[in-house]
């Protein structure tokens, strides 16, 4: 495993599920060892079905707040990651960044349906989320 401090910026459309998700599972996945943000193209809210599924696999999420990315303006990343097509499309370009990754995940939000079939949604794509973050920062 890589011990070097990474500074990783984890970015969605509205910061609100996926790129939060990510920033609470590498953040408590990599302890003190990383700096991990996240931010919106579009920012609004933390969603509450994100904050409870991660809650689920003890992960406090609810002290998070949406930021848009413009806050990280000339702030220079190991990693700069987009979670979904559309803030892959407008993000913009954050010079210094030394790796750019993409890899989109469904968003929970726009499934519909019951409750048990939202709830399994933002499930999933925890989980998924969790996966990628361990095969693309902890296969080393």
Known sequence: MNLKKKKVLFICT???????????LLRSLSGERDEVYSAGTQPSRVHPLAIE????????ISRQRSKNVDEFKGIIFDYVV??????????PLFTGAKKYLHQSFEDPF????????????FRLVRDEIKNWID???YKE
Do not use: Y
Request: glycine share 4%; net charge negative.
């Open 82 to 91: 987009t979670v979904c097509d559309q803030a892959r499309e407008s993000c």
């Open 53 to 60: 599924v991660m809650r689920e696999i003890n992960i406090d």
């Open 110 to 121: 726009v499934v519909r349906g019951d409750s048990d079939n939202i709830i399994s949604a």
């Open 135 to 137: 095969q693309t920062f």
């Open 14 to 24: 509205h910061n609100s599920v996926r790129s939060q998700m990510a920033e609470g």
